[in-house]
Nanobody, 115 residues
């Protein structure tokens, strides 16, 4: 079994910053990638950022230059530093871990950007 737990969501003003954390535990020997997705009310879940096992990263166009994904392979953790937050970044953010055994999701953490 694999467990994925996110933390760090909060209410923040436009222009502010937040750092999300995700820790995976259980039967993890190596992963293909770890990443963050988000889902706003009434919208489909969308990719925010991925980090591959080799360290390369991918970002959605909407967050490039504002968000930074990083990870610690040894600890099976991934972080999302979110800067210059906008109201349209408001969503539930989900951590995803892609393993040989399948895709695993956390329960989500709420990020609300509002004045």
């Amino acid at each position: 079994q694999v467990q994925v737990v996110e933390s760090g969501g909060d209410l923040v003003q436009p222009g502010g910053s937040l750092r999300l954390s995700c820790a995976a535990s259980g039967s993890i020997f190596s992963f293909y990638h770890m990443g963050w997705y988000r889902q706003a009310p009434g919208k489909q879940r969308e990719l925010v950022a991925l980090i591959m096992s080799g360290g390369s990263t991918n970002y959605a166009d909407s967050v490039k230059g504002r968000f930074i994904i990083s990870g610690d392979n040894a600890k099976n953790t991934v972080f999302l530093q979110m800067n210059s937050l906008k109201p349209e970044d408001t969503a539930v953010y989900y951590c995803n871990v892609a393993l040989r055994s399948g895709n695993y999701w956390g329960q989500g953490t709420q990020v609300t950007v509002s004045s």
